[in-house]
């Protein structure tokens, strides 16, 4: 079992940056595929990023994906926001490396934080 709480969200004018917070609690923490999806109003959830032992994977150039360990804790830096970035942002857990990038694949989801990006 595992519990995911991010943190980090908030209102940003275009060309910022925010770093979101995904910590985590629970055994197991290198063990997982952790990964950051978003949805914006009306839109289904997208995949942005995750890290796994293979590495980093996203969908952003403009994001990236990291983890301490010692903290139980992943990362998403956003730079160089538009407000098409507008969205809330969740973090998931799921115990594979295989197709990462569907949400299906994720079995424990944070509740989200909104991130809202201005221009």
């Known amino acids: 079992q595992v519990q995911l709480v991010e943190s980090g969200g908030g209102l940003v004018q275009a060309g910022g940056s925010l770093r979101l917070s995904c910590a985590a609690s629970?055994?197991?923490?290198?063990?997982?595929?952790m990964a950051w999806f978003r949805q914006a109003p009306g839109k289904e959830r997208e995949f942005v990023g995750a890290?796994?032992?293979r590495g980093a994977d996203s969908v952003q150039g403009r994001f990236t994906i990291s983890a301490d360990s010692d903290k139980n804790t992943v990362y998403l830096q956003m730079n160089s926001l538009k407000p098409e970035d507008t969205a809330v942002y969740y973090c998931?857990?799921?115990?594979?490396?295989?197709?990462?990038?569907?949400?299906?694949?994720?079995?424990?989801w944070g509740q989200g934080t909104q991130v809202t990006v201005y221009s």
């Open positions: 998931a857990a799921a115990y594979t490396d295989l197709h990462i990038r569907q949400s299906y694949r994720y079995s424990y």
């Open positions: 890290l796994s032992w």
């Open positions: 629970g055994r197991g923490f290198g063990s997982y595929t």
